[in-house]
Antibody, heavy 121, light 106 residues
Framework: EVQLVESGGGLVQPGGSLRLSCAAS????????MHWVRQAPGKGLVWVSR????????SYADSVKGRFTISRDNAKNTLYLQMNSLRAEDTAVYYC??????????????WGKGTTVTVSS | EIVMTQSPATLSVSPGERATLSCRAS??????LAWYQQKPGQAPRLLIY???TRATGIPARFSGSGSGTEFTLTISSLQSEDFAVYYC????????FGQGTKVEIK
């Protein structure tokens, strides 16, 4: 069974740091781009970041650029999101999602259940 | 950034009726459009990709259409499990989501 399981969320003070993990199983992790998507309480989905299959290329939403770093360890089948200088507006459920290559365009076909990040003093 | 606009924000439908959800892109996204279903406390679930191709395991009552800037998700006969929030997403140029349409029981 294809599965993504996020962890690492929690309560952190403004200005603090947190590292999220996403453990993948049931598919060849090293063959897929991966994404992080977040959802603030009661709000919609917002794309945060993506990484290509070997980790050599990354992209970020403007709202997190310079503060968040996406990475992966293909030997451990794990995706990461290092979040620094956290702000109250970063409070959200963070989902990892697998990217499916469809004619060189990448949609998100498998999602984890999410991990909750709360930034508050 | 490509802005995705969904309408209506809320759709009240009786079980067994047809539901039609709209999604408009601020510029052409070709057919690089996906639809997701999200129930409270759950992760999004892929329904449609390529504007009109159903994902694996998705019932035939879900159909997608459109290209360019105008897209539609149709649920032909609403079942109880279909009451949820639906998001469109373009993946033609980066990734952006619409604000969602909540399908509620009338």
């Amino acid at each position: 069974e294809v599965q993504l399981v996020e962890s690492g969320g929690g309560l952190v003070q403004p200005g603090g740091s947190l590292r999220l993990s996403c453990a993948a199983s049931g598919f060849t992790f090293s063959s897929y781009w991966m994404h992080w998507v977040r959802q603030a309480p009661g709000k919609g989905l917002v794309w945060v970041s993506r990484i290509n299959s070997d980790g050599s290329s990354t992209s970020y939403a403007d709202s997190v650029k310079g503060r968040f770093t996406i990475s992966r360890d293909n030997a451990k089948n794990t995706l990461y999101l290092q979040m620094n200088s956290l702000r109250a507006e970063d409070t959200a459920v963070y989902y990892c999602a697998r990217a499916h290559n469809y004619y060189y365009y990448y949609y998100m076909d498998v999602w984890g259940k999410g991990t909750t990040v709360t930034v508050s003093s | 950034e490509i802005v995705m606009t969904q309408s209506p924000a809320t759709l009240s439908v009786s079980p067994g009726e047809r539901a039609t959800l709209s999604c408009r892109a601020s510029q052409s996204v070709s057919s690089n459009l996906a639809w997701y279903q999200q129930k409270p406390g759950q992760a999004p679930r892929l329904l449609i990709y390529g504007a009109s191709t159903r994902a694996t395991g998705i019932p035939a009552r879900f159909s997608g259409s459109g290209s360019g800037t105008e897209f539609t998700l149709t649920i032909s006969s609403l079942q109880s499990e279909d009451f949820a929030v639906y998001y469109c997403q373009q993946y033609n140029n980066w990734w952006t989501f619409g604000q969602g349409t909540k399908v509620e029981i009338k």
